[in-house]
């Protein structure tokens, strides 16, 4: 048999110091490691940034990936492929990648021909939707699967059906330290002569810092002379959202403890060599984590390998960790339980030292040395197993590199049109029009793109200000007598004397709806649950079937969380046959459609019947919704193979001519959520096809060959005139623009990450 050449390069991607995490420390680590075992390899990181500036990386970093940005995870991809890689070892932790959990890692390893070797950092027991779709993905282009513990390998083949054959165990790394007393090290940090109690690692909630400082009292009580260390920075994420709130809270429960004299709290990273004199000088490590749902902890291998004493909750990595007496797992969140065995092992030395040679003498099959080695093994593996498979290569590739072409998000014109009371409805070019005012229709649309965003995770807190503005005008806007939504304000915050718009009704229903099913703000859900209801139970009588069709839309987004409810339920299968009857009332060969004319918002009356048919498993309304839509994609395509819009100025009756303008960026919107939909329930190459034409028309793929859209303001003109572009920047057309971005960004995101179109989210 031919032998395998030897690896000479391997890229490290995943989170690296001086970036104040874990995975970082893991990262660095690792690469660090195997390159001093094996100093012909070369070796370099492509860390995660979650920080628009980066970080201040050593020479071995040599490309950087903004965490937030797709195109950015395949120029990574790129840059892989032409550096001559070997082996590519992925760090996979959830949170520290873009995208829906963690997806856009996906998108690079789908287009890297190298052997890829993972190690999951966390392999959940009940994982969500999107996390057991991106993990068994991420196990499909693994060449090798790396974990910690055997739990993590049962979850693996259990949950996930990951090949058993495929899986390496290899245990969390630790720096060597010598079997020393603790006395040696105290005299550096002023507790000599003390007895010190340990826990390390970044600061925030889960970690179960306050029950050691309410088990300190009875601790104290019987070994006055106890020192409780606390090191380490608070979470940089914690500290971004809360400042040092939390940190101050454990300070003072210390000092409501009355145990304020035996807490140290050091509040900064330490570098390895500092760390081992704490290490070194803790008598017992206490790791009082709030759950079990813990496959590896870098904390506790380093203090066990190190030869310590641990108590421990019984998190899964505790557990197997600690068996055979190499530590003591007490319950969790049980205070008493923690001041039992600490004040146990204090007083037994015997014990106490038993169980630190036992950890010990584990501990040296996880020293880096020892670790890097285990890798490398994998790595050659993976060279060996790669070389033996033919990679079967993404079919939709034109797709991917056209869509990577979309347009960043800009926000810039959202604001700019945005004050304290809601989005204004009208500009003069890009400037806010105070004098008409706001109206419900726009604030919900703007509502539902925020939603949209933070899908896309864009959380800014400016976008999440303007979120709560646009929900607050919804509120304000329902009149819970009449259970509909005024539509029109004025300047000074006085509604308008109008009579009630059925469209606006339906389009606040669709917000409130996308609020509930979509949304992760626990107050847009609340709210949005609480007035949702209400309004819906009108819906029924509209005469509107665009206001149907809204409204239809709106209750399939309430019930991706609720799919029990069935007074919603019912509404949805009331209003589908609603749509239903006026199509076969009106439609026939050459005219399959809802009405005598085609109007406005033409597509979303299609879009409903698809979603209906789909999640109600009635064939005949998802083949009505599907060729209507189809009928009004060929009528609304030019001889030029671009999208043109029914216009405004006459729309298009039945045996009559179609206006040609004014044409609406709301058509180009409507029709890019619909085609969108299509292609997710059909996995057909048109659909796409055609939502991008629609998307186009935005960028100057049109009758006049003009942008619609506003690459300066982030603004979208209010439409196409016969001559000309009209250069109002309105709200509708704004966010007509921005919704359609963020449909066709999302659909970017999961065809980079997924093989088969079809694994599409059910939307």
């Known amino acids: 048999m031919e032998s395998q050449p030897e690896i000479r390069n391997i890229a490290f991607v995943g989170d690296y110091l001086p970036r104040l995490c874990g995975i970082a420390t893991f990262t660095t680590d690792l690469c660090t490691s195997v390159a001093a075992q094996f100093p012909k390899v070369q070796c370099f990181a492509v860390p995660v940034n979650d920080l628009a500036g980066g970080y201040d990386y050593p020479p071995e970093v040599r490309f950087e990936i903004e965490e937030q940005n797709l195109a950015s995870y395949h120029r990574a991809a790129d840059f892989l492929g032409i550096s001559n890689v070997d082996v590519v070892c992925v760090q996979h932790e959830f949170g520290i990648y873009g995208g829906t959990a963690g997806r856009h890692l996906l998108a690079l390893l789908r287009e890297v021909d190298i052997p890829i070797v993972t190690t999951l950092h966390t392999v959940l027991k009940d994982p969500n939707a999107d996390q057991k779709r991106v993990m068994q993905e991420l196990i499909h282009l693994s060449t090798r699967l790396v974990v910690m513990s055997q739990k993590g390998a049962g979850f693996l083949e259990d949950v996930y059906k990951a090949p058993a054959a495929k899986i390496d165990m290899i245990p969390h790394g630790i720096p060597e330290t010598s079997f020393m007393d603790s006395s040696s090290y105290k005299d550096l940090f002023g507790v000599a002569g003390k007895q010190v109690l340990l826990t390390f690692g970044l600061l925030s909630p889960n970690k179960g810092i306050e029950n050691v400082l309410n088990a300190l009292p009875k601790i104290v009580a019987k070994h006055p002379d106890v020192i409780y260390i606390v090191l380490g920075a608070t979470h940089p994420n914690l500290v971004r959202e809360q400042g040092e709130s939390y940190r101050l809270k454990l300070e003072l429960l210390a000092e409501k403890n009355g145990v304020q004299k035996n807490v140290i709290f050091y509040n900064r990273f330490v570098d390895l060599p500092e760390l081992k004199e704490f290490i070194g000088a803790a008598d017992i490590y206490l790791t009082p984590y709030l759950n079990e749902a813990q496959i590896t902890s870098g904390t506790l291998a380093y203090c066990f390998g190190a030869g310590k004493a641990v108590v421990s909750t019984p998190y899964w990595y505790a ?23 600490v004040t146990g092992l204090l007083t037994d030395d015997a014990r106490r030292n038993a169980m630190r040679k036992n950890a010990y003498k584990l501990g040296r099959d996880m020293v880096w040395g020892n670790v890097a080695c285990s890798y490398m093994q994998a790595f050659q593996n993976a060279r060996k197993q790669r070389a033996g498979l033919t990679r079967k290569l993404f079919t939709v590739k034109t797709l991917d590199k056209k869509l990577t072409e979309l347009p960043d998000i800009k926000l810039d014109h959202l604001y700019r049109m945005t004050d304290s009371s809601g989005i204004f409805q009208h500009a003069i070019v890009a400037v806010p029009n105070f004098s008409t005012g706001y109206c419900t229709d726009d604030n919900a649309r703007a509502l539902i793109l925020t939603v949209l965003l933070e899908e896309l995770e864009e959380n800014s807190p400016h976008l999440i200000n303007a979120a709560t503005t646009y929900a607050a005008f919804l509120q304000y806007a329902f009149d819970p007598k009449l259970n509909r939504f005024r539509n029109f304000m004025e300047f000074n915050r006085s509604w308008k004397e109008e009579a009630i718009s059925e469209d606006c009704c339906g389009r606040a229903l669709l917000a409130l709806g996308t609020c509930v099913g979509r949304s992760k703000n626990p107050g847009f859900q609340a709210l949005g649950g609480q007035i949702f209801s209400h309004a819906l139970s009108p819906a029924t009588g509209f005469s509107s079937p665009r206001a149907w069709a809204l409204a239809l839309i709106g209750t399939h987004e309430y019930l991706r969380r609720f799919n029990g409810d069935r007074q919603v339920s019912q509404v ?28 406005y918002m033409n597509a979303q009356l299609s879009h409903a019947l698809i979603l209906s048919g789909r999640w109600t498993a009635r064939p005949d309304v998802l083949e009505t919704g599907l060729k209507t839509l189809r009928w009004l994609a060929k009528i609304q395509t030019a001889d030029g193979g671009y999208f043109r819009p029914i216009g405004s100025n006459g729309f298009y009756k039945r045996g009559g001519e179609r206006a040609l303008f004014d044409q609406q960026p709301i ?22 096809s055609q939502a991008r034409r629609a998307f186009d028309w935005f960028l100057g793929r049109n009758d006049l060959g003009l942008f619609v859209y506003d690459a300066n303001t982030g603004g979208c003109r209010d439409g196409l005139h016969v001559d000309r572009v009209n250069q109002n920047q309105g709200a509708e057309s704004t966010l007509a623009f921005l919704v359609s971005l963020a449909e066709m960004q999302q659909v970017n995101s999961e065809l980079a990450a997924f093989e088969n179109p079809s694994a599409l989210p059910l939307a």
């Open 572 to 599: 949805r299968a009331a209003l589908t046959d609603l749509l239903m009857g006026l199509y076969q009332r009106t439609a026939s060969p050459e005219w399959p459609w809802f009405e005598d004319a085609v109007t």
């Open 319 to 341: 557990q197997e960790l600690l068996a055979d007496d190499r530590g003591i797992l007490v319950p969790f969140n049980d205070p008493d339980a923690i001041a039992q065995a």
């Open 667 to 688: 058509e180009a919107q409507a029709m890019v959520s619909a085609c969108l939909e299509a292609y997710r329930c059909t996995s057909d190459d048109y659909w796409f």
